[in-house]
């Protein structure tokens, strides 16, 4: 038994810099400057304009699936989990990184 699934090919340009949770457009490479209304703000972190967090790969995936699929919240997904947590293995040794 054979279980396969489509292959969608799309091209990625600004899918990192767009603010999926905000809903920026998404150009393609060359088209005309963009204003985005989220940043990453850290290596591996993006905050929304709405100041929410989520992992940046988390944010440029979710562009990219907006890109091929661009009715995807039309079609049952509310929105992307996130409730960031610092870990800190430190902090019960009273030497916290994050100090």
């Known amino acids: 038994m054979s279980i396969s699934s489509p292959t969608y ?4 340009s600004y899918t990192s810099q767009s603010s999926a949770l905000d809903g920026d457009s998404l150009p393609a490479y060359g088209d005309k400057k963009t204003l985005f209304q989220g940043n990453r703000i850290a290596r591996g972190l993006y905050k929304t304009a709405q100041g929410r967090l989520l ?5 440029g995936s979710f562009n990219i699936m907006r890109k ?4 995807v919240l039309d079609q049952g997904i509310k929105g992307l989990p996130f409730n960031p947590v610092v870990l800190d293995p430190l902090r019960m040794t009273g030497l ?3 100090e």
């Open 96 to 98: 916290s990184a994050f």
């Open 68 to 71: 091929v699929i661009p009715d």
């Open 9 to 12: 090919l799309t091209e990625e």
């Open 55 to 59: 992992n940046a790969d988390v944010n």
